[in-house]
Protein backbone atom coordinates (compact mmCIF):
# COMPACT_ATOMS: atom_id res chain seq x y z
CA UNK A 1 0.00 0.00 0.00
CA UNK A 2 1.40 3.72 -0.97
CA UNK A 3 2.05 6.27 1.38
CA UNK A 4 0.15 9.64 1.06
CA UNK A 5 2.53 12.61 0.69
CA UNK A 6 0.11 14.04 2.72
CA UNK A 7 0.42 12.02 5.66
CA UNK A 8 4.14 12.29 5.63
CA UNK A 9 3.80 15.63 5.78
CA UNK A 10 2.51 16.48 8.52
CA UNK A 11 4.67 14.35 10.94
CA UNK A 12 7.29 15.77 9.16
CA UNK A 13 6.44 19.50 9.17
CA UNK A 14 5.63 19.29 13.09
CA UNK A 15 8.99 17.48 13.95
CA UNK A 16 10.77 21.02 11.86
CA UNK A 17 8.58 23.19 13.34
CA UNK A 18 9.55 21.46 17.27
CA UNK A 19 13.33 21.48 16.16
CA UNK A 20 13.04 25.20 14.99
CA UNK A 21 11.01 26.45 18.39
CA UNK A 22 13.94 24.53 20.24
CA UNK A 23 17.00 26.24 18.32
CA UNK A 24 15.11 29.69 18.32
CA UNK A 25 14.67 29.34 22.30
CA UNK A 26 18.32 28.29 23.01
CA UNK A 27 19.88 31.27 25.18
CA UNK A 28 22.47 33.26 23.93
CA UNK A 29 25.25 32.28 26.50
CA UNK A 30 24.16 28.54 25.34
CA UNK A 31 22.68 27.23 28.23
CA UNK A 32 19.73 27.30 30.48
CA UNK A 33 20.65 28.52 33.69
CA UNK A 34 20.90 25.19 36.30
CA UNK A 35 22.69 23.86 32.99
CA UNK A 36 25.19 26.96 33.20
CA UNK A 37 25.41 26.42 36.90
CA UNK A 38 26.40 23.05 36.48
CA UNK A 39 28.48 23.42 33.54
CA UNK A 40 30.59 26.44 35.21
CA UNK A 41 30.93 24.48 38.83
CA UNK A 42 33.58 22.04 37.21
CA UNK A 43 36.55 23.37 37.34
CA UNK A 44 38.48 26.46 37.23
CA UNK A 45 38.68 29.38 34.87
CA UNK A 46 41.94 31.05 34.10
CA UNK A 47 41.94 34.08 32.94
CA UNK A 48 43.59 34.41 29.54
CA UNK A 49 42.68 37.78 27.63
CA UNK A 50 41.27 41.28 28.89
CA UNK A 51 39.33 43.30 26.58
CA UNK A 52 41.34 41.12 23.59
CA UNK A 53 44.27 41.33 24.86
CA UNK A 54 46.59 38.94 26.84
CA UNK A 55 46.03 39.14 30.43
CA UNK A 56 48.97 40.11 32.63
CA UNK A 57 49.54 37.61 35.60
CA UNK A 58 49.45 38.26 39.19
CA UNK A 59 51.43 38.22 42.12
CA UNK A 60 53.81 35.45 42.40
CA UNK A 61 53.62 34.99 38.44
CA UNK A 62 49.96 33.34 38.65
CA UNK A 63 47.27 34.03 36.48
CA UNK A 64 43.92 35.59 37.63
CA UNK A 65 40.74 32.87 38.53
CA UNK A 66 37.32 32.71 38.53
CA UNK A 67 35.85 29.09 40.52
CA UNK A 68 31.40 28.76 40.55
CA UNK A 69 29.71 27.17 43.21
CA UNK A 70 26.72 25.59 41.64
CA UNK A 71 24.85 25.65 45.36
CA UNK A 72 25.45 28.60 46.20
CA UNK A 73 25.76 30.84 43.30
CA UNK A 74 28.31 32.39 44.00
CA UNK A 75 31.69 32.92 42.00
CA UNK A 76 35.14 33.49 43.50
CA UNK A 77 39.21 33.33 43.11
CA UNK A 78 42.63 34.85 42.88
CA UNK A 79 42.09 38.23 41.53
CA UNK A 80 45.71 38.70 40.62
CA UNK A 81 46.99 39.68 44.49
CA UNK A 82 43.99 38.71 46.91
CA UNK A 83 41.02 36.37 46.81
CA UNK A 84 37.63 37.92 45.74
CA UNK A 85 34.05 36.58 45.68
CA UNK A 86 30.74 37.40 44.37
CA UNK A 87 27.43 36.40 43.86
CA UNK A 88 26.31 35.85 40.38
CA UNK A 89 23.02 35.52 38.89
CA UNK A 90 22.54 33.83 35.39
CA UNK A 91 19.15 34.22 33.22
CA UNK A 92 18.15 32.76 29.52
CA UNK A 93 20.25 35.70 28.29
CA UNK A 94 22.39 37.16 30.92
CA UNK A 95 25.37 36.65 33.57
CA UNK A 96 25.44 39.35 36.27
CA UNK A 97 28.21 39.54 39.29
CA UNK A 98 27.59 41.67 42.53
CA UNK A 99 30.56 43.75 42.96
CA UNK A 100 33.33 41.47 44.38
CA UNK A 101 34.90 41.93 48.13
CA UNK A 102 38.38 40.60 48.00
CA UNK A 103 41.21 40.12 51.40
CA UNK A 104 42.96 43.45 51.91
CA UNK A 105 47.19 42.23 51.30
CA UNK A 106 48.69 44.57 48.91
CA UNK A 107 51.08 43.31 46.53
CA UNK A 108 53.67 44.90 44.43
CA UNK A 109 52.34 42.79 41.08
CA UNK A 110 48.88 42.30 40.62
CA UNK A 111 47.06 45.17 42.28
CA UNK A 112 45.91 46.83 38.79
CA UNK A 113 44.72 43.06 37.31
CA UNK A 114 42.49 42.84 40.49
CA UNK A 115 41.03 46.09 39.48
CA UNK A 116 40.70 45.32 36.12
CA UNK A 117 39.01 41.97 36.60
CA UNK A 118 36.83 43.49 39.43
CA UNK A 119 35.80 45.94 36.92
CA UNK A 120 34.74 43.40 34.71
CA UNK A 121 32.88 40.98 36.93
CA UNK A 122 30.64 44.29 37.89
CA UNK A 123 29.99 44.80 33.98
CA UNK A 124 29.33 41.30 32.85
CA UNK A 125 25.98 41.05 31.17
CA UNK A 126 26.27 38.25 29.08
CA UNK A 127 28.00 35.56 28.51
CA UNK A 128 29.13 32.55 26.15
CA UNK A 129 30.48 29.45 27.32
CA UNK A 130 31.96 26.28 24.79
CA UNK A 131 32.98 23.53 26.61
CA UNK A 132 36.35 24.78 27.95
CA UNK A 133 35.99 28.52 26.85
CA UNK A 134 34.44 31.06 28.78
CA UNK A 135 34.02 34.67 27.80
CA UNK A 136 32.24 37.61 29.51
CA UNK A 137 30.25 40.02 27.72
CA UNK A 138 29.46 43.58 28.40
CA UNK A 139 25.73 45.24 27.23
CA UNK A 140 26.61 45.27 23.64
CA UNK A 141 27.86 42.26 23.74
CA UNK A 142 31.61 43.28 23.65
CA UNK A 143 34.22 41.14 24.99
CA UNK A 144 35.11 41.83 28.52
CA UNK A 145 37.56 38.71 29.30
CA UNK A 146 37.98 34.95 28.27
CA UNK A 147 38.66 32.41 30.62
CA UNK A 148 40.38 28.38 29.71
CA UNK A 149 38.47 25.82 31.95
CA UNK A 150 41.27 23.29 33.77
CA UNK A 151 39.91 20.71 35.60
CA UNK A 152 41.41 19.09 38.47
Wanted: net charge positive; hydrophobic share 40%.
Amino acid sequence: MASHPRRLALPLGLALLVAAVACATQPPGGATPPAFRTAASDGEWHLMELAGRPAPLGAGGRRATLVFDRDTARAGGFGGCNRYGASYVVTADSLRFTAPVSTKMACEDGMELERELHGVLEGTRRYRMREDDLRLLGELGDELARFERRRP
